[in-house]
């Protein structure tokens, strides 16, 4: 059963940092592309940031750049975004997405608040 299971969400203050992890599985890890979009209240779904396992190569939204990263452990099937020096408008349910080909696989999603 093809799976993803994120984690690591919950309530951080502004300016803190989190790590949300996303546990693939039920597929080979291998020439997929992993990706993170969130959905904040009231708002459309949108892309946050890729990866590609094979060759490891990023792009980020504009609005989170060089404040999050992406990142693989393709030993463990894990994809991570490093979330630092948050903003209350990034406060959203993150969810991890996995392409394989023609295959579209999403998780079920994790609460990130962002609030002092």
Known sequence: QVQLVESGGG????GGSLRLSCLASG???????????RQA?????????WITTAGGSTFYADSVKGRFTISTDNAKN??????????SEDTAV????????PSVTWGKGTQV????
């Open 11 to 14: 309530l951080v203050q502004p």
């Open 94 to 101: 993150y969810y991890c997405r996995a392409v394989r080909g």
């Open 78 to 87: 894990t994809v991570f975004l490093q979330m630092n020096s948050l903003k």
């Open 41 to 49: 209240p009231g708002k459309e779904r949108e892309f946050v940031a």
């Open 113 to 116: 608040t962002v609030s002092s």
């Open 27 to 37: 597929f080979t890890f291998s020439n997929v592309v992993m990706s993170w979009y």
